[in-house]
T-cell receptor, first 111, second 112 residues
Framework: DADVTQTPRNRITKTGKRIMLECSQT?????MYWYRQDPGLGLQLIYY???????NKGEISDGYSVSRQAQAKFSLSLESAIPNQTALYFC??????????FGPGTRLTVL | SQELEQSPQSLIVQEGKNLTINCTSS?????LYWYKQKYGEGLIFLMM?????EEKSHEKITAKLDEKKQQSSLHITASQPSHAGIYLC????????????FGQGTTLQVKP
């Protein structure tokens, strides 16, 4: 879905570095999500936000933080990256009663 | 908490063959979504099912939600190489909370 963009698309970093992944959407949705995908594990919810003032932890929030800068922007940060955070990260948006629209993903490698 | 189990985890079929992927929930499904993902890429929305007994089709792909709303199946007729990828079911288990949980995915390979 081109209405949801993620930057960067690929990132290689070293253990201990701070990393920020950004997500922007032009769909006007209130709800935004961050997921990570590991092979054979499907998608796991990291954080989600139902509006600018609402931030909630998902299944696997440890080691991550988020910021909802505006309705259209939702950033995911790794304060001190570790190798087991190597994964494919997806941002998604939705409104009540609608499906989730996914971004193209960010491939993060932590060495 | 609700869990989704997909079966099989992987599947290799000959082009032209039919196949079925199942998604079973540990709790009642209030909305069931099917997505397809090409390796390492984003998710493509296929279908959403909400009502028990509901069935939807798009091209050669048909998805059903059983009457008890705890299982969904995705059926592909006359598979083609373009059908290859990872199929994921996702569900809003608590009724419009907006938080989807996902199955672990089914990897499909279609041999020409």
């Amino acid at each position: 879905d081109a209405d949801v963009t993620q930057t960067p698309r690929n990132r290689i970093t070293k253990t201990g570095k701070r990393i920020m992944l950004e997500c922007s959407q032009t769909k006007g949705h209130d709800r935004m999500y961050w997921y990570r995908q590991d092979p054979g594990l499907g998608l796991q919810l990291i954080y989600y936000s139902f509006d600018v003032k609402d931030i909630n932890k998902g299944e696997i929030s440890d080691g991550y933080s988020v910021s909802r800068q505006a309705q259209a922007k939702f950033s995911l940060s790794l304060e001190s990256a570790i190798p087991n955070q190597t994964a494919l990260y997806f941002c998604a948006t939705s409104d009540a009663g609608t499906r989730e629209f996914f971004g193209p993903g960010t491939r993060l490698t932590v060495l | 908490s609700q869990e989704l189990e997909q079966s099989p985890q992987s599947l290799i079929v000959q082009e032209g063959k039919n196949l079925t992927i199942n998604c079973t929930s540990s709790k009642t499904l209030y909305g069931l979504y099917w997505y397809k993902q090409k390796y390492g890429e984003g998710l493509i929305f296929l279908m959403m099912l909400q009502k028990g007994g509901e069935e939807k089709s798009h091209e050669k792909i048909t998805a059903k939600l059983d009457e008890k709303k705890q299982q969904s199946s995705l059926h592909i007729t006359a598979s083609q190489p373009s059908h290859a990828g990872i199929y994921l079911c996702g569900a809003d288990g608590s009724g419009n909370t907006g938080k989807l949980i996902f199955g672990q995915g089914t990897t499909l390979q279609v041999k020409p």
